[in-house]
């Protein structure tokens, strides 16, 4: 790309840049000049008014006090009052004409994920409708916290794609706030920015294109290209501006011909020209290695009628009068897009010898290519919407990726065939059925990704294929227009595993995959009862007493399986431990059958060896010591349980100041009882070899509820970017929550880094992780994590 260094600034190109994506890229709206929530307020009211202007507005004034209540004294990393991104949210959702319930719910769509407001209050104050939108883009608050960016992205996926399926209109409002957070992107730390702009570009501009909404794919894949790639986008943003005027006229020229030779015939339509966007350029460029000059077909000239016929008549006309480049007609009217999209593409010389393409649509199919699956969603007299059945099989992708959700226990291998799946709908090929039935599939498909297109049984059956009544292999790549015949056998042993590796579809690959998981199910669920025997033999345990249905149900319980059949494959194939499962089966086994033992027995059966004092460093972690002889359990009016003791005292140790729910772990101290530690405490995991015969096994009683209401120490530590202010966001947080602040400490790092450390009291874990939730959303806060000893 060419050097920038001789334009004035940077604030020049972005002159550039808002002038050109109003012009190509036909933004949804521009809310940059919007500073006062008023202002935008009464837009918002207006847009709404202009297609439904004899709407009741009570409910969206409603919301829209509640929000901006809510969100007072927020900020953005923009220094905007927060209230601005939820107006703006709105009116992009009214800018695609939807039903006032979607622009509720765009209003109210962080008032339960970053302020007090919880989502029973949204339903009291509203509805359930309101609050299942407002509840399918509210991200997950219940990760631990350390857990992977994949494993949060991949539970986040699921559950919107899970509210997705109840009420499509979930997608619209979270695309629309992604549409806005692009917009003020700049705002964001620069790492910060290229890890939105690529999730923009691999998940959320490709679902706008399943559901057709153009209007809204196109800003982000040019918004997410400015910021993964942005001095590539500067320059071609530049290159643009220095050729505008010639091509503004030279794409006039074309349709001002075509409108006389349309009008001609005596059809009525409306013809303009169009430039293609910017990233619509730049993948042109990079896949076909040329630079812009080599690129001819930057624009095309649309021509909209009223009717169909007048969209063949019209096709007749132009290819009349210009020269059609073979290959290059797609009739999206005779077989459209899985999107909806309706359209005749044909390509033409024009008058200079340039390349240039021709769109012919109704002004119905004109809508459709705006507004996708949105378009349905436009007010009406009742102010209810519901997908039509033509509308329920254009989303069959969205049950085939809520299948994919059930079959799929791996977060990361999910997140992988999400975007492989989203990416792969770009290109497509159609295709048809002996019955005559379309199929449209990923370009460079095979007559495997065809068979498992009609059904599963049909592939995993398959052993071989015809195409166009010819044998062909089954690596044949299907083309357009190819009519195919899967043939099949009941001899068949299944699919190949080279088949993986073959098809195109992840449909494809999923079941194939799901077939090889069945087939060695049976083998591993014996391997895994026979391991789980061996296991029970080398430890002296009676198995048989043990695996008993009411002792395995909690297993199931506690691992998260549907059946035991599951646990026990899991078990042979090696993704759950056998010494596992047999230690929940005694523990389980034994709460029935206790042996009453005296103290000195258990002290005894530990064997301790401690330092001179016995007074060892707060906490516990690691694999907890196992005690064969400790059969007795008993409960603590504290909520725990421990393994063996009563009557002993129980205390929380201060270094990692365990609350309810945490994982928890027993330290036998000389003279003062036992001592609770999370299991994470660093002091217990850096315990040295001799002393780890002092841990024993406890645990936060089943159903403890805290009935006295108990409050229990914690210590958090929070750095962030120092800022003015930043104590005073931090503490509203805390009183909003009505938890009182017992001790805080601050300190700043030369990099301007503050460490915050706070100590306070909780009821349990819950509250903690909700707290910690809206303190991770003020401005300038980096991480927060919990002290875990030292």
Same mark, same amino acid.
């Given at each position: 790309?060419? @050097?920038?260094?001789?334009?004035?600034?940077?604030?020049?190109?972005?002159?550039?840049?808002?002038?050109?994506?109003?012009?190509?890229?036909?933004?949804?709206?521009?809310?940059?000049?919007?500073?006062?929530?008023?202002?935008?307020?009464?837009?918002?009211?207006?847009?709404?008014?202009?297609?439904?202007?004899?709407?009741?507005?009570?409910?969206?004034?409603?919301?829209?006090?509640?929000?901006?209540?809510?969100?007072?004294?927020?900020?953005?990393?923009?220094?905007?009052?927060?209230?601005?991104?939820?107006?703006?949210?709105?009116?992009?959702?009214?800018?695609?004409?939807?039903?006032?319930?979607?622009?509720?719910?765009?209003?109210?769509?962080?008032?339960?994920?970053?302020?007090?407001?919880?989502?029973?209050?949204?339903?009291?104050?509203?509805? @359930?409708?309101?609050?299942?939108?407002?509840?399918?883009?509210?991200?997950?608050?219940?990760?631990?916290?350390?857990? @992977?960016?994949?494993?949060?992205?991949?539970?986040?996926?699921?559950?919107?794609?899970?509210?997705?399926?109840?009420?499509?209109?979930?997608?619209?409002?979270?695309?629309?706030?992604?549409?806005?957070?692009?917009?003020?992107?700049?705002?964001?730390?620069?790492?910060?920015?290229?890890?939105?702009?690529?999730?923009?570009?691999?998940?959320?501009?490709?679902?706008?294109?399943?559901?057709?909404?153009?209007?809204? *794919?196109?800003?982000?894949? @040019?918004?997410?290209?400015?910021?993964?790639?942005?001095?590539?986008?500067?320059?071609?943003?530049?290159?643009?501006?220095?050729?505008?005027?010639?091509?503004?006229?030279?794409?006039?020229?074309?349709?001002?011909?075509?409108?006389?030779?349309?009008?001609?015939?005596?059809?009525?339509?409306?013809?303009?020209?169009?430039? *293609?966007?910017?990233?619509?350029?730049?993948?042109?460029?990079?896949?076909?290695?040329?630079?812009?000059?080599?690129?001819?077909?930057?624009?095309?000239?649309?021509?909209?009628?009223?009717?169909?016929?007048?969209?063949?008549?019209?096709?007749?006309?132009?290819?009349?009068?210009?020269?059609?480049?073979?290959?290059?007609?797609?009739?999206?009217?005779?077989?459209?897009?899985?999107?909806?999209?309706?359209?005749?593409?044909?390509?033409?010389?024009?008058?200079?010898?340039?390349?240039?393409?021709?769109?012919?649509?109704?002004?119905?199919?004109?809508?459709?290519?705006?507004?996708?699956?949105?378009?349905?969603?436009?007010?009406?007299?009742?102010?209810?919407?519901?997908?039509?059945?033509?509308?329920?099989?254009?989303?069959?992708?969205?049950?085939?990726?809520?299948?994919?959700?059930?079959?799929?226990?791996?977060?990361?291998?999910?997140?992988?065939?999400?975007?492989?799946?989203?990416?792969?709908?770009?290109?497509?090929?159609?295709?048809?059925?002996?019955?005559?039935?379309?199929?449209?599939?990923?370009?460079?498909?095979?007559?495997?990704?065809?068979?498992?297109?009609?059904?599963?049984?049909?592939?995993?059956?398959?052993?071989?294929?015809?195409?166009?009544?010819?044998?062909?292999?089954?690596?044949?790549?299907?083309?357009?227009?190819?009519?195919?015949?899967?043939?099949?056998?009941?001899?068949?042993?299944?699919?190949?595993?080279?088949?993986?590796?073959?098809?195109?579809?992840?449909?494809?690959?999923?079941?194939?995959?799901?077939?090889?998981?069945?087939?060695?199910?049976?083998?591993?669920?014996?391997?895994?009862?026979?391991?789980?025997?061996?296991?029970?033999?080398?430890?002296?345990?009676?198995?048989?007493?043990?695996?008993?249905?009411?002792?395995?149900?909690?297993?199931?319980?506690?691992?998260?399986?549907?059946?035991?059949?599951?646990?026990?494959?899991?078990?042979?194939?090696?993704?759950?431990?056998?010494?596992?499962?047999?230690?929940?089966?005694?523990?389980?086994?034994?709460?029935?059958?206790?042996?009453?033992?005296?103290?000195?027995?258990?002290?005894?059966?530990?064997?301790?060896?401690?330092?001179?004092?016995?007074?060892?460093?707060?906490?516990?972690?690691?694999?907890?010591?196992?005690?064969?002889?400790?059969?007795?359990?008993?409960?603590?009016?504290?909520?725990?349980?421990? *393994?063996?003791?009563?009557?002993?005292?129980?205390?929380?140790?201060?270094?990692?100041?365990?609350?309810?729910?945490?994982?928890?772990?027993?330290?036998?101290?000389?003279?003062?009882?036992?001592?609770?530690?999370?299991?994470?405490?660093?002091?217990?995991?850096?315990?040295?070899?001799?002393?780890?015969?002092?841990?024993?096994?406890?645990?936060?009683?089943?159903?403890?509820?805290?009935?006295?209401?108990?409050?229990?120490?914690?210590?958090?530590?929070?750095?962030?970017?120092?800022?003015?202010?930043?104590?005073?966001?931090?503490?509203?947080?805390?009183?909003?929550?009505?938890?009182?602040?017992?001790?805080?400490?601050?300190?700043?790092?030369?990099?301007?880094?503050?460490?915050?450390?706070?100590?306070?009291?909780?009821?349990?874990?819950?509250?903690?992780?909700?707290?910690?939730?809206?303190?991770?959303?003020?401005?300038?806060?980096?991480?927060?994590?919990?002290?875990?000893?030292?």
């Amino acid at each position: 790309m060419a @050097d920038m260094t001789h334009l004035e600034s940077r604030e020049q190109l972005e002159q550039i840049e808002k002038k050109i994506l109003r012009a190509q890229a036909a933004r949804v709206i521009a809310t940059d000049d919007f500073v006062d929530p008023e202002v935008i307020y009464r837009e918002l009211v207006a847009r709404i008014n202009r297609y439904h202007p004899n709407t009741d507005i009570s409910m969206i004034e409603k919301a829209y006090g509640i929000a901006r209540q809510a969100h007072k004294d927020q900020k953005r990393k923009s220094g905007e009052p927060y209230i601005i991104h939820p107006l703006s949210v709105a009116l992009i959702l009214a800018d695609l004409e939807l039903d006032k319930e979607t622009i509720v719910g765009g209003l109210l769509h962080d008032v339960v994920e970053d302020t007090v407001m919880s989502l029973d209050d949204v339903r009291r104050e509203f509805s @359930d409708e309101i609050a299942l939108l407002v509840d399918g883009v509210t991200k997950l608050g219940q990760l631990s916290y350390d857990a @992977d960016k994949v494993e949060i992205q991949a539970e986040n996926l699921r559950k919107m794609f899970l509210a997705m399926s109840k009420d499509i209109r979930v997608l619209l409002i979270k695309l629309a706030d992604r549409l806005h957070n692009m917009r003020t992107l700049k705002f964001m730390t620069p790492a910060k920015q290229k890890e939105k702009a690529r999730e923009t570009m691999e998940i959320y501009a490709p679902l706008a294109q399943r559901l057709g909404i153009s209007k809204v *794919k196109v800003e982000l894949d @040019d918004l997410a290209l400015k910021f993964l790639e942005p001095d590539a986008y500067y320059d071609l943003l530049e290159q643009l501006n220095q050729r505008e005027s010639e091509r503004s006229e030279y794409i006039q020229s074309l349709a001002d011909l075509v409108t006389r030779q349309i009008d001609a015939a005596g059809i009525k339509a409306k013809i303009y020209g169009r430039a *293609k966007h910017l990233f619509s350029i730049y993948k042109k460029m990079v896949n076909q290695h040329k630079t812009l000059d080599q690129i001819y077909d930057l624009f095309a000239v649309r021509i909209i009628v009223d009717d169909l016929k007048d969209c063949y008549a019209s096709l007749g006309i132009i290819h009349e009068h210009y020269t059609p480049i073979p290959g290059r007609f797609k009739d999206y009217i005779a077989m459209p897009k899985p999107n909806m999209y309706q359209s005749l593409h044909t390509t033409v010389i024009g008058p200079k010898g340039q390349p240039f393409e021709i769109q012919i649509r109704t002004w119905e199919m004109h809508r459709i290519s705006e507004y996708g699956i949105a378009a349905h969603w436009k007010y009406k007299e009742s102010g209810e919407g519901a997908t039509t059945n033509q509308e329920e099989q254009k989303l069959s992708w969205l049950r085939q990726i809520l299948e994919w959700q059930q079959d799929m226990t791996d977060n990361k291998e999910f997140v992988s065939l999400i975007k492989s799946d989203l990416n792969l709908f770009s290109d497509t090929v159609y295709c048809f059925t002996p019955t005559g039935d379309v199929k449209n599939l990923p370009a460079g498909s095979t007559p495997v990704d065809f068979a498992y297109s009609i059904h599963s049984a049909v592939g995993n059956r398959m052993v071989g294929a015809k195409v166009n009544g010819k044998l062909v292999p089954i690596d044949y790549g299907i083309q357009n227009g190819d009519r195919i015949e899967i043939i099949t056998s009941q001899n068949s042993r299944g699919p190949s595993r080279d088949w993986v590796k073959l098809v195109k579809s992840s449909q494809a690959r999923n079941k194939i995959n799901q077939w090889f998981r069945a087939q060695s199910k049976d083998e591993d669920i014996q391997r895994g009862k026979e391991l789980l025997m061996a296991y029970a033999k080398s430890h002296d345990i009676d198995f048989n007493a043990i695996n008993r249905p009411e002792y395995q149900q909690k297993v199931l319980r506690r691992f998260g399986f549907h059946d035991w059949n599951n646990a026990l494959a899991t078990v042979g194939h090696g993704g759950l431990k056998e010494g596992q499962v047999i230690n929940r089966l005694l523990e389980n086994y034994r709460k029935d059958h206790p042996r009453i033992l005296t103290d000195e027995d258990i002290l005894a059966s530990v064997k301790p060896q401690t330092p001179a004092d016995g007074d060892l460093p707060e906490g516990a972690s690691g694999s907890v010591h196992e005690h064969p002889e400790n059969t007795q359990t008993r409960h603590h009016k504290s909520g725990i349980v421990v *393994k063996g003791l009563h009557d002993v005292s129980v205390r929380f140790s201060k270094c990692c100041s365990p609350v309810p729910g945490d994982e928890i772990v027993g330290y036998i101290t000389r003279g003062r009882g036992i001592s609770i530690h999370r299991t994470d405490c660093v002091n217990m995991i850096n315990l040295p070899d001799m002393e780890k015969n002092r841990l024993i096994e406890a645990e936060w009683e089943d159903g403890w509820s805290n009935p006295s209401g108990k409050l229990y120490d914690t210590v958090i530590k929070i750095y962030a970017n120092n800022r003015v202010g930043i104590l005073v966001d931090l503490s509203r947080v805390f009183s909003g929550a009505d938890i009182d602040i017992e001790q805080l400490h601050s300190n700043t790092s030369r990099q301007g880094v503050a460490t915050i450390t706070i100590q306070f009291k909780v009821h349990g874990k819950e509250e903690l992780r909700n707290l910690t939730e809206k303190l991770r959303q003020i401005e300038s806060v980096v991480d927060i994590e919990r002290t875990t000893g030292g």
